[in-house]
């Protein structure tokens, strides 16, 4: 199983930019997909989840109203919208994956996801 999280650049405080998780080999309609970041210095944290239906999805408080994510079964790929972004949010982002359904509890926790992408680097700043 191969994720590719993309879509990272150099942004300027206040501006945008949209993260894709793409998967090699897997049918991600099946898959529950979860978005964390490390910043320099900083543990892993998590951002954001979305089920496989894309119905039920869930925020770290940091982001929430900030950050959106969506899914496009049919591109097989999960997106991670991100708007007004401070500095703070300069770090690798990650996506990772579960098959099959995580209760919502624990859609938070690094631990319930099997496979890992590469990260890609967002970095705020002026």
């Known amino acids: 199983v191969q994720l590719q999280a993309s879509g990272g650049g150099l942004v300027e405080p206040g501006g945008s930019l949209r993260l894709s998780c793409a998967a090699s080999?897997?049918?991600?309609?099946?898959?529950?997909i979860g978005w964390f970041r490390q910043a320099p210095g900083k543990e892993r944290e998590f951002v954001s989840a979305?089920?496989?239906?894309?119905?039920?999805?869930t925020y770290a408080d940091s982001v929430k109203r900030q950050f959106t994510i969506s899914r496009d079964n049919a591109k097989n790929t999960v997106y991670l919208q991100m708007n007004s972004l401070k500095p703070e949010d300069t770090a690798v982002y990650s996506c990772?994956?579960?098959?099959?359904?995580?209760?919502?509890?624990?859609?938070?926790?690094?631990?319930?996801?099997?496979?890992w992408g590469q990260g890609t680097l967002v970095t705020v700043s002026s």
């Open positions: 990772a994956a579960r098959h099959g359904r995580i209760i919502l509890s624990f859609m938070s926790r690094a631990g319930a996801y099997n496979y």
């Open positions: 080999e897997i049918d991600l309609n099946y898959w529950t």
């Open positions: 979305i089920d496989l239906s894309g119905v039920t999805t």
